[in-house]
């Protein structure tokens, strides 16, 4: 792989032209695994460069290797870093999402959280959320199942997009958002707003946002000590290596019997880790040493 093939954009920058050995597109791309998690293997290297052209182009950089050096020592390199972030980004999420996961949560989960301990809030966090469709969700579903009145309950939603966490913060969807919403629910918690549906100002102040990167102990940690982590359809495009720091991060953070729920093609199975997979309700679950409320 000695260069990379590509169409002239408008601005007259040709990926096509960088021209660098695969050394140099690996240095970046191992890079990026390390501080974000996501891997692009040999085959699917063409979109990391894709990805990342315009905003070497925007810096006047022509190389991979100079994109390298820029986030590796340059002294705005956590600036490159939020741009990077922001155009990795993968915004393909909607409300209610594997509905079984919420059931879990809210027929089981619940009620044995509130048996075992009745002051002490329940605290959940939506790891990876993109733009909010995932902790809303959760939301909806103790809302409807009636337990933000009777236990305390924390929602974090967090992503490591600065930009997909501002729109969580708008609350304000298009209607591919909400193409998987039962009628019901979308008559009770949204109202239409120009072209988009606003959610219910009241329960959108129930979620707590941040920007997190899940690579970081720094920003990851304090929010993964926690019951309960929704990290769903990110882990798919990590490495193995990127997998085992977070789930070892998860598991050292969570309290005894904490609940993992990760999306439908992802699995802890073939890893080595301190969680195991329960059947919890129709959903399929990962606890952290398994005890009361590993069920």
Not at 16 to 28: I, Y
Not at 57 to 63: D, E, F, I, Q
Not at 68 to 85: G, I, Q, S
Not at 253 to 260: E, F, K, T
């Given at each position: 792989?000695?260069?990379?093939?590509?169409?002239?954009?408008?601005?007259?920058?040709?990926?096509?032209?960088?021209?660098?050995?695969?050394?140099?597109?690996?240095?970046?791309?191992?890079?990026?695994?390390?501080r974000t998690g996501v891997?692009?293997?040999?085959?699917?290297?063409?979109?990391?460069?894709?990805?990342?052209?315009?905003?070497?182009?925007?810096?006047?950089?022509?190389?991979?290797?100079?994109?390298?050096?820029?986030?590796?020592?340059?002294?705005?390199?956590?600036?490159?870093?939020?741009?990077?972030?922001?155009?990795?980004?993968?915004?393909?999420?909607?409300?209610?999402?594997?509905?079984?996961?919420?059931?879990?949560?809210?027929?089981?989960?619940?009620?044995?959280?509130?048996?075992?301990?009745?002051?002490?809030?329940?605290?959940?966090?939506?790891?990876?959320?993109?733009?909010?469709?995932?902790?809303?969700?959760?939301?909806?579903?103790?809302?409807?199942?009636?337990?933000?009145?009777?236990?305390?309950?924390?929602?974090?939603?967090?992503?490591?997009?600065?930009?997909?966490?501002e729109r969580a913060r708008?609350?304000?969807?298009?209607?591919?958002?909400?193409?998987?919403?039962?009628?019901?629910?979308?008559?009770?918690?949204?109202?239409?707003?120009?072209?988009?549906?606003?959610?219910?100002?009241?329960?959108?102040?129930?979620?707590?946002?941040?920007?997190?990167?899940?690579?970081?102990?720094?920003?990851?940690?304090?929010?993964?000590?926690?019951?309960?982590?929704?990290?769903?359809?990110?882990?798919?495009?990590?490495?193995?290596?990127?997998?085992?720091?977070?789930?070892?991060?998860?598991?050292?953070?969570?309290?005894?019997?904490?609940?993992?729920?990760?999306?439908?093609?992802?699995?802890?199975?073939?890893?080595?880790?301190?969680?195991?997979?329960?059947?919890?309700?129709?959903?399929?679950?990962?606890?952290?040493?398994?005890?009361?409320?590993?069920?």
């Open positions: 792989m000695q260069g990379w093939k590509g169409r002239r954009g408008a601005d007259g920058f040709v990926p096509g032209a960088l021209g660098l050995a695969s050394s140099a597109f690996s240095l970046l791309r191992d890079l990026v695994a390390q891997y692009y293997s040999d085959s699917k290297g063409d979109l990391l460069v894709e990805r990342v052209s315009e905003l070497m182009a925007a810096r006047g950089l022509s190389s991979l290797l100079d994109y390298y050096y820029l986030l590796k020592y340059d002294p705005d390199a956590e600036t490159a870093w939020t741009e990077l972030r922001d155009r990795l980004a993968v915004p393909e999420t909607y409300f209610w999402r594997q509905p079984e996961q919420f059931e879990a949560l809210v027929d089981v989960l619940m009620p044995r959280y509130l048996a075992e301990r009745r002051r002490t809030p329940v605290r959940i966090w939506s790891a990876a959320c993109c733009s909010g469709e995932e902790p809303l969700s959760i939301a909806m579903a103790l809302s409807e199942g009636g337990w933000l009145d009777r236990v305390p309950v924390e929602i974090v939603g967090s992503d490591a997009s600065p930009a997909l966490v708008r609350g304000v969807y298009g209607d591919r958002s909400l193409r998987n919403l039962p009628p019901a629910l979308r008559e009770r918690y949204f109202e239409r707003e120009g072209a988009g549906w606003r959610f219910d100002p009241r329960l959108h102040a129930r979620v707590r946002w941040r920007t997190a990167n899940l690579m970081d102990p720094g920003e990851a940690g304090p929010l993964a000590e926690v019951d309960v982590i929704y990290c769903r359809n990110v882990l798919i495009y990590f490495s193995d290596d990127g997998i085992r720091h977070v789930a070892r991060l998860f598991a050292e953070r969570m309290p005894a019997s904490g609940h993992l729920f990760l999306g439908a093609s992802e699995s802890l199975m073939r890893l080595s880790t301190d969680f195991v997979m329960r059947e919890i309700g129709s959903a399929f679950v990962y606890v952290k040493n398994a005890g009361p409320l590993g069920g």
